[in-house]
């Protein structure tokens, strides 16, 4: 393995050199996700396999061309699982993606994100040095924490050559039940069964229909559903894992898809087209034969939250319209200043993200 990472720092020192964009990818599942990149492909996929998994440890270690369907496949056999339920997109994705992507599941609100379970990460940066970060245990950071830091950062800052994750056991048990409801009624409930001891491990509202996911010991699961009611879904692990990676109809559909983040207490949106409506209110997914980002982001930004053109259904971004929701200025500098410094000659995934 260490030849391969010689290779990967010769590439990436004659890019440098040269100024020639490299196009980070591992399994190309998310090649469609933020802004399009121009550069040569740079494949991430031979720096593969598990490095340290320690189950009574609930921590494991991987390369980044990991395949995701491997590591999950490992956990289950222990009995564990990866809690923030990363969305596959098919067999070709790789923890590298996952983490770079920063993308979670159904399980995110009662989980947490991807960042919550980095606990340390290499990183080939643009002078070809390998950099260390936090490292196997939770409280293992003194000053910035650059780990957590690369999880969305869509390939920006560097290389993400190897990861360390906390993994979860499994539930014991999970039930799904339904409710009849608008979308008012829905934010509202989701609201306040936020606020009490209630074991609810997924939330999704769409087409006035409200599903809730239950995860725990039988005796939870027994008395949740005593207090809730509703109606029982039997096929509720199929329900969720098409959720999880956005292979219901509602995602297939065609138009563009934004992903719209907001406080879980905000109220609902006057916003023409479909929406669908996950971690207790906290994202919003919009679904629009043609958006205008300006009005979109105009409504979502007077309500605390913030819009990404998540899929552009065929059409062009345009001018003044990018994937991401723009950033403040200070903010932005912040951006300019972390990638220069990872990433001087600016060779990595140029202009994936803003």
């Known amino acids: ?8 720092r010769a ?32 494949d991430t996929r031979a720096y593969a396999g598990v490095v340290d998994y320690e189950p ?8 980044c061309g990991t395949p995701l369907a491997e590591i999950e496949a490992l956990l289950a056999r222990h009995g564990q699982m990866l809690a923030f339920e990363p969305p596959r997109f098919g067999a070709a994705s790789t923890i590298g993606g996952v983490v770079a992507s920063g993308l979670s599941g159904p399980r995110r609100a009662a989980a947490g994100a991807v960042r919550d379970f980095v606990l340390g990460a290499q990183l080939m940066d ?15 950071v003194a000053g910035y924490d650059v780990s957590r830091l690369l999880a969305g ?51 999704c509202w769409h087409d006035g229909v409200l599903s809730v996911r239950l995860s725990g010991a039988q005796a939870a699961l027994k008395a949740a559903l005593a207090r809730l009611g509703g109606d029982a879904l039997a096929n509720g692990e199929a329900f969720w894992a098409s959720l999880r990676d956005q292979q219901r109809d509602f ?20 916003l023409r087209g479909e929406q669908l ?8 997914w919009l ?29 062009a971004l345009g001018a003044g319209s990018g994937a991401f929701h723009p950033l403040a200025p200070a903010v932005a500098r912040i951006h300019e200043r972390l990638r220069a410094a990872f990433d001087p000659a600016g060779i990595f995934n140029r202009g994936r993200m803003y």
């Open 153 to 203: 950062s869509l390939g920006t800052l560097g290389l993400i050559t190897e990861v360390s994750l906390k993994v979860l056991p499994l539930p014991l048990r999970e039930a799904t039940i339904r409710f009849a409801m608008d979308e008012m009624a829905a934010l509202r409930c989701m609201n306040e069964w936020a606020g009490q001891p209630l074991p609810i491990s997924a939330t």
């Open 251 to 270: 995602f297939a559909a065609p138009g563009e898809m934004w992903r719209l983040s907001l406080p879980s207490a905000a109220s609902a949106l006057v």
């Open 1 to 8: 393995m260490d030849a391969i990472l010689d290779q990967f």
């Open 56 to 63: 009574t440890e609930l921590v494991i270690t991987a390369r």
């Open 287 to 315: 679904r629009v034969e043609q958006g205008v980002a300006a009005d979109i982001r105009r409504v979502v930004a007077a309500a605390g939250g913030h819009a990404a053109r998540y899929r552009a259904g065929g059409a």
């Open 277 to 284: 409506i996950e971690w207790g209110g906290a994202q919003r």
């Open 126 to 140: 643009g002078r070809g040095q390998l950099l260390s970060f936090g490292g196997q245990v939770m409280k293992n």
């Open 11 to 42: 590439r990436i020192l004659a890019a440098s050199r040269d100024g020639t964009p490299l196009l980070l990818r591992g399994g190309g599942s998310k090649d469609w996700y933020g802004q399009h990149v121009a550069g040569d492909v740079f």
